[in-house]
């Protein structure tokens, strides 16, 4: 069984700075994408960031040059450094690894809460 566990989350004020990182316990094989979603309540879910095998990152525009999407392979590890918070930055983050033949894992998710 399957789990991807979430740290690093909390309450920081705005323009700090927090890490989130995902552990996966269990074994998966051929992890091609990692990535960060992130929801608020009475909205979808939104892709944060995301990062491939090969180490190609994806960002939302509104964390460009804020936020920085890093993954080890070895220990099945994604890790996000999140800086310049702004109090929009508020969610419930969620870590994702999409894996061979179509399976989907995701983390209970991480509140994050950015004050003013």
């Known amino acids: 069984q399957v789990q991807l566990v979430e740290s690093g989350g909390g309450l920081v004020q705005a323009g700090g700075s927090l890490r989130l990182s995902c552990a996966a316990s269990?074994?998966?094989?051929?992890?091609?994408?990692m990535g960060w979603y992130r929801q608020v309540p009475g909205k979808q879910r939104e892709l944060v960031a995301a990062?491939?095998?090969?180490?190609?990152?994806n960002y939302a525009d509104s964390v460009k040059g804020r936020f920085t999407i890093s993954r080890d392979n070895a220990e099945n590890t994604v890790s996000l450094q999140m800086n310049s918070l702004k109090p929009e930055d508020t969610a419930v983050y969620y870590c994702?690894?999409?894996?061979?033949?179509?399976?989907?894992?995701w983390g209970q998710g991480t509140q994050v809460t950015v004050s003013s």
């Open positions: 269990g074994s998966i094989s051929r992890i091609f994408i």
């Open positions: 994702l690894m999409a894996a061979a033949r179509g399976s989907n894992y």
């Open positions: 990062i491939s095998s090969g180490g190609s990152t």
